[in-house]
């Protein structure tokens, strides 16, 4: 091994290093709560745009998991996001995923129907596992309707293994989604924006008028 390939392995050990007491840190509440056989962490994508559903993903890792790179969706590319799915959907002991349609949003509220699709995700990883989860790691909220120990947790999606999964798994799945969307109501964009609000989605919105999937609480100031 030449000295180039040395100092290329060296620094490889170094990132490697970093990015293992990053992850540790980001197990500071599993370890808190670590008396628990079953954690599950909750985070929702979806609450912000136009058009599309509210998407809750619910996610129960082992405690020995071990997924680097782990983090936020929102900080991650959407190479890493995908790769990160696969690998969280092997790993995971559960994932549920919950979603609210834009047609229930107009009806109870985005809040409201934030928490309807928690609970729904709630519910499946309860059906996989065949048994409810002991405590619930949700990134900032308290979920109304629920039985199980909640613990919320400010920017959790940053702090915690296990809300940081659901993130990732809510994120893909409502992007898949709008992908699939676009392709069947061309003209807004949604494979790029995931409907939220850009400036050339609600150009679109004034010049085509809105789809079945705009949120019409949402679009009111947009259209007549």
């Known amino acids: 091994m030449n000295k180039r390939e040395e100092e290329r392995l060296r620094k490889q050990q170094e990132k490697l290093q970093k990015e293992l007491e ?3 840190t980001m197990r500071l509440y599993e370890k808190e709560y670590a008396s628990c056989k079953y954690i599950c962490g909750i985070d929702e994508v979806g609450r912000g745009p136009l058009a599309g559903p509210v998407v809750a993903g619910a996610v129960v890792l082992p405690a020995d998991a071990q997924i ?3 983090n936020d969706s929102k900080k991650l590319s959407e190479k890493k996001r995908e790769l ?3 690998e969280i959907m092997e790993k ?3 994932v549920g995923i919950g979603m609210a349609s834009p047609a229930r949003i107009d009806e109870i509220n985005i809040l409201q129907a934030t928490y309807e699709a928690m609970r729904a995700a709630i519910k499946e990883v309860e059906k996989k596992l065949g048994t409810k989860p002991e405590v619930l790691f949700n990134d900032a909220v308290t979920i109304p309707e629920v039985s199980i120990r909640q ?3 400010v920017k959790g999606d940053a702090k ?3 809300i940081a999964a659901a993130s990732i798994v809510a994120k893909v799945t409502r992007d898949r989604m709008m992908v699939e969307y676009d392709k069947v109501l061309p003209g807004y964009d949604l494979a790029s924006n995931k409907g939220y609000g850009t400036k050339a989605h609600i150009a679109a919105l004034k010049e085509l008028g809105p789809t079945p999937i705009h ?3 949402f679009i009111k100031n947009f259209v007549s």
């Open 22 to 24: 990053r992850l540790e």
């Open 68 to 70: 680097l790179y782990l």
């Open 84 to 86: 990160l799915y696969d």
């Open 92 to 94: 995971a002991l559960a």
């Open 151 to 153: 613990v919320p947790i």
């Open 160 to 162: 915690s293994v296990s």
């Open 215 to 217: 949120r019409a609480s």
